[in-house]
């Protein structure tokens, strides 16, 4: 994935955020996001009750527009989306140290004195502008050109001119040889700062992943919540038609006693409150998948139902671990912040043995200057360079014993060992990870067979017990409650079936989580772009 997509996209959810809220901080309306541009409404279908009212109002949803919402609108990538944005103004601001400063200095000084020397001026009258520039270099030089231009008068008589114009130009350069000095040191920071920038969108990209995986996986829970309560009503209406059949055998005087009575209605009132919780299950689920949406229709405070269009996938996928494995070694978010954290480390290392060397720097200075009564005359000189000097010179300093510097030296190399640590023991724990979820995929996927054999078995077994019931016409105690245990079998195969189809889709999800591959699946490639 091109990683330009991650911070355009980053950087557009840092301008949108945070998003707006329909009520004050201490309000319900707090929890109900506004409606967003570029963000098409949901089409909502009602259903009325007899007097006509609004009796519900049902979202269907695809996987697809689920993860382009959470994308669009989740909180958690809102909050994390301005760390980019603030390592990237670190970035800069490391940068500006070595931009080009300009400064200025503008002095007048007038002075009237009281002297008992006749030929001795008592007043003055100086009047200085010194304009200039300075910039730090990358190899820790630093260079600075003043213009100073100085009008002086006086009433001693003793100069050749009583007003004197003195401009000059003057450029020094400082270069450090040891301390201090070269690109290691001086560009330490600012490189420090753009890998902490590339570490906060690895950061960033770990979090729309596990975002994405997430939607993913409320997806299929609330569709998991939803089947059930079929299933359970499917098994309700079995448990309910084989009631009715003990009441008719009753009212006809057959072998239909208070026992199987009793025994058909416990069973009815236990897959009543089954149901029950089957349906508080989809609340659940709705919520979870609202909270991550964060849409101004779904949300922690939607009062939609929403239905789940998108079916869950049952094609095998064979994975091969060595695959999966390198995968992870190159895409891996956790890895390449942990890589990272090593180089980071290593420029610390350098700037830290920059430290501990002896300064030693070299000065070099030249100076034009102008002295004359008239202006032009001075500019003149100035010009033709007929007054210069020169400077060169050597400035040494080192500190006895140098504890400081070398202790920061030491903790720098612990330091970067600590995160060659790190990073293998993080390499590790992704490995076993990935392994496992693997060994997930290819589980669960053999588990599905299993499961679907068992409905299958579970339809036969029912089936024939059904059919048995017509031919003898019989209902014992015995037979009633294997008739009962065989539609809870059944139930719970399908429910089994069910959960094995949806560790399967989550298993992939995840194992693509794991390796840093989920947003290249063919849906998110396109939606990401799309909220950029």
């Given at each position: 994935?091109?990683p330009g997509?991650?911070?355009?996209?980053?950087?557009?959810?840092?301008?949108?955020?945070?998003t707006k809220?329909?009520?004050?901080?201490?309000?319900?309306g707090?929890l109900h996001?506004?409606p967003?541009?570029?963000?098409v409404?949901?089409?909502?279908?009602e259903?009325?009750?007899?007097?006509g009212?609004?009796?519900?109002?049902?979202?269907?949803?695809?996987?697809?527009?689920a993860?382009?919402?959470?994308?669009?609108?989740?909180?958690?990538?809102?909050?994390?989306?301005?760390?980019?944005?603030i390592?990237?103004?670190?970035?800069?601001?490391?940068?500006?140290?070595?931009d080009?400063?300009?400064?200025?200095?503008?002095?007048?000084?007038?002075?009237h004195e009281?002297t008992?020397?006749?030929?001795?001026?008592?007043?003055?009258?100086?009047?200085?502008?010194?304009?200039?520039?300075?910039?730090l270099?990358?190899?820790?030089a630093?260079?600075?050109?003043?213009?100073?231009?100085?009008?002086?008068w006086?009433?001693a008589?003793?100069?050749?001119?009583s007003?004197?114009f003195?401009?000059?130009?003057?450029?020094?350069?400082?270069?450090?040889?040891?301390r201090?000095?070269?690109?290691?040191f001086?560009l330490g920071r600012l490189?420090?700062?753009?890998?902490?920038h590339?570490?906060?969108?690895?950061?960033?990209?770990?979090?729309?992943?596990q975002?994405?995986?997430?939607?993913?996986l409320?997806?299929?829970?609330?569709?998991?919540?939803?089947?059930?309560?079929?299933?359970?009503?499917?098994?309700?209406?079995k448990?309910?038609?084989?009631?009715?059949r003990?009441?008719?055998?009753?009212?006809?005087?057959?072998?239909?006693?208070?026992?199987?009575?009793?025994?058909a209605?416990?069973?009815?009132a236990?897959?009543?409150?089954?149901?029950?919780?089957?349906?508080?299950?989809?609340d659940?689920?709705?919520d979870?998948?609202g909270?991550?949406?964060?849409?101004?229709?779904?949300?922690?405070?939607?009062?939609?139902?929403?239905?789940?269009?998108?079916?869950?996938?049952d094609?095998?996928?064979?994975?091969?671990?060595?695959d999966?494995?390198?995968a992870?070694l190159?895409?891996?978010?956790?890895?390449?912040?942990?890589?990272?954290a090593?180089r980071?480390?290593?420029?610390?290392?350098?700037?830290?043995?920059?430290?501990?060397?002896?300064?030693?720097?070299?000065?070099?200075?030249?100076?034009?200057?102008?002295?004359?009564?008239?202006?032009?005359?001075?500019y003149r000189?100035?010009?033709?360079?007929?007054f210069?000097?020169?400077?060169?010179?050597?400035?040494?300093?080192?500190?006895?014993?140098?504890?400081?510097?070398?202790?920061?030296?030491?903790?720098?190399?612990?330091?970067?060992?600590?995160?060659?640590?790190?990073?293998?023991?993080?390499?590790d724990?992704?490995?076993?990870?990935?392994r496992?979820?693997?060994?997930?995929?290819?589980?669960?996927?053999?588990?599905?067979?299993?499961?679907?054999?068992?409905?299958?078995?579970?339809?036969?077994?029912?089936?024939?017990?059904?059919?048995?019931e017509?031919i003898?016409?019989?209902?014992?105690?015995?037979?009633?409650?294997?008739?009962?245990s065989?539609?809870?079998?059944?139930?719970?195969?399908?429910?089994?079936?069910?959960q094995?189809?949806?560790?399967?889709?989550?298993?992939?999800?995840?194992?693509?989580?794991?390796?840093?591959?989920?947003?290249?699946l063919?849906?998110?490639k396109?939606?990401?772009?799309?909220a950029?």
């Amino acid at each position: 994935m091109d990683p330009g997509v991650i911070a355009r996209y980053q950087r557009r959810m840092a301008d949108e955020s945070p998003t707006k809220r329909l009520g004050p901080a201490n309000e319900v309306g707090l929890l109900h996001p506004a409606p967003r541009r570029g963000v098409v409404p949901l089409k909502v279908q009602e259903f009325k009750d007899d007097s006509g009212k609004v009796a519900r109002r049902v979202v269907r949803l695809s996987l697809k527009e689920a993860i382009m919402r959470a994308l669009a609108n989740s909180p958690e990538i809102q909050v994390l989306s301005f760390d980019p944005a603030i390592s990237r103004e670190e970035m800069t601001s490391a940068a500006a140290a070595f931009d080009v400063v300009v400064f200025g200095e503008y002095s007048h000084a007038k002075s009237h004195e009281a002297t008992d020397i006749f030929f001795m001026a008592n007043r003055s009258d100086t009047r200085s502008l010194e304009l200039g520039a300075r910039q730090l270099l990358p190899t820790g030089a630093q260079w600075t050109v003043t213009w100073d231009h100085t009008r002086s008068w006086d009433n001693a008589g003793l100069g050749i001119f009583s007003t004197e114009f003195e401009p000059s130009v003057s450029l020094e350069i400082t270069q450090p040889l040891l301390r201090g000095g070269w690109f290691d040191f001086n560009l330490g920071r600012l490189r420090i700062a753009r890998l902490g920038h590339k570490s906060s969108l690895e950061s960033f990209r770990e979090l729309v992943e596990q975002t994405v995986g997430n939607t993913h996986l409320a997806y299929w829970r609330l569709h998991q919540a939803r089947r059930e309560v079929k299933i359970q009503e499917n098994l309700l209406a079995k448990t309910e038609e084989t009631f009715a059949r003990v009441l008719e055998r009753a009212k006809g005087g057959l072998d239909a006693h208070k026992v199987h009575i009793k025994q058909a209605e416990s069973a009815a009132a236990s897959r009543r409150a089954d149901l029950i919780r089957a349906k508080k299950r989809i609340d659940d689920a709705q919520d979870q998948l609202g909270l991550l949406l964060a849409d101004p229709q779904i949300n922690v405070l939607g009062e939609y139902e929403i239905v789940p269009t998108t079916a869950m996938s049952d094609i095998r996928v064979r994975v091969d671990a060595a695959d999966q494995l390198a995968a992870a070694l190159r895409h891996s978010p956790a890895l390449e912040q942990a890589r990272l954290a090593i180089r980071m480390a290593a420029i610390e290392i350098k700037v830290a043995r920059s430290e501990t060397l002896p300064r030693l720097d070299v000065t070099a200075s030249r100076t034009s200057q102008g002295l004359h009564g008239l202006r032009g005359q001075a500019y003149r000189m100035l010009r033709h360079d007929r007054f210069s000097s020169y400077t060169l010179g050597l400035e040494f300093e080192y500190p006895i014993g140098n504890r400081g510097p070398r202790a920061e030296l030491r903790r720098a190399r612990l330091v970067k060992r600590q995160a060659v640590a790190r990073f293998q023991d993080t390499a590790d724990q992704v490995a076993v990870v990935v392994r496992e979820r693997v060994r997930q995929v290819a589980a669960v996927w053999a588990e599905l067979q299993q499961q679907r054999s068992a409905v299958a078995a579970g339809k036969m077994e029912l089936e024939a017990l059904e059919d048995t019931e017509k031919i003898r016409g019989v209902l014992s105690p015995e037979f009633l409650q294997l008739k009962l245990s065989a539609q809870e079998r059944l139930a719970a195969a399908e429910r089994a079936e069910l959960q094995a189809l949806v560790d399967y889709n989550s298993a992939m999800v995840e194992l693509r989580q794991v390796t840093g591959t989920l947003l290249d699946l063919p849906d998110v490639k396109v939606l990401l772009p799309a909220a950029e």
